[in-house]
């Protein structure tokens, strides 16, 4: 049932120039809008740290707030490259975060190769190269490959051999972060 939902969504979408005998999928990404970039900061004061640990008092609220850092974590302190190591209580820091989020349609094409089990209308199931049976309700549109020809549903006769590309687009949201801390010691 839901494979049937799916190609009847997406075979409108569907290209029939340059099918191939082998089943192959492949999936490919494309922008779907702007790249929409958010930037945030957090300060505060060292109270702590740790190992990779940090205890810092966040500057607006007041609060302590704890971080567990990546190793090797580097901060720019007084203009310099510092490590957790090399901060010291009382030093302020200030982290930047830049998010960015960025639509993406996911384009998944499957070429499908099967032999014509029943047809109806546009309806047809197909005996895939493995064996199994599946359904398809199809718009009358779309053109199945036919012994290279192109082939409309209600040209198709059970024992057939075809040939179809099925093409799903799905939106995506894709999520990447950047950030650096810099800050000043105390004196």
Known sequence: MTSRLILSACLSM?????????????????????????????????ALT?????????QKSGRYRY????PGQQFIIDGQPKTI??????????????TTTQPVTVRTTSV??????????????????????HEYNVPPTFKFMV?????????????????????????HTEISTQGYITGKAPK
Do not use: C
Request: glycine residues 12%; hydrophobic residues 35%; charged residues 20%.
């Open 14 to 46: 569907v290209a029939v120039a340059g099918l191939h005998a082998q089943t192959s999928t492949t999936k490919t990404k494309t922008p779907a809008g702007p790249a929409k970039v958010v930037k945030s900061t957090l300060a505060g004061e060292v």
């Open 50 to 58: 740790e190992g990779n640990q940090l205890l810092v008092r966040m």
């Open 67 to 70: 971080f567990s850092l990546k």
């Open 85 to 98: 190591g090399d901060l010291k209580p009382g030093t302020m820091l200030t982290a930047t975060i830049l």
């Open 112 to 133: 499908v190769n099967g032999t014509v089990w029943y047809v109806s209308g546009n309806y047809v199931i197909l005996t895939h190269e493995n064996g199994e049976n």
């Open 147 to 171: 012994e290279g020809k192109p082939a409309s549903v209600g040209e198709l006769r059970k024992g057939m051999k075809v040939s179809a590309t099925k093409i799903v687009e799905e939106p």
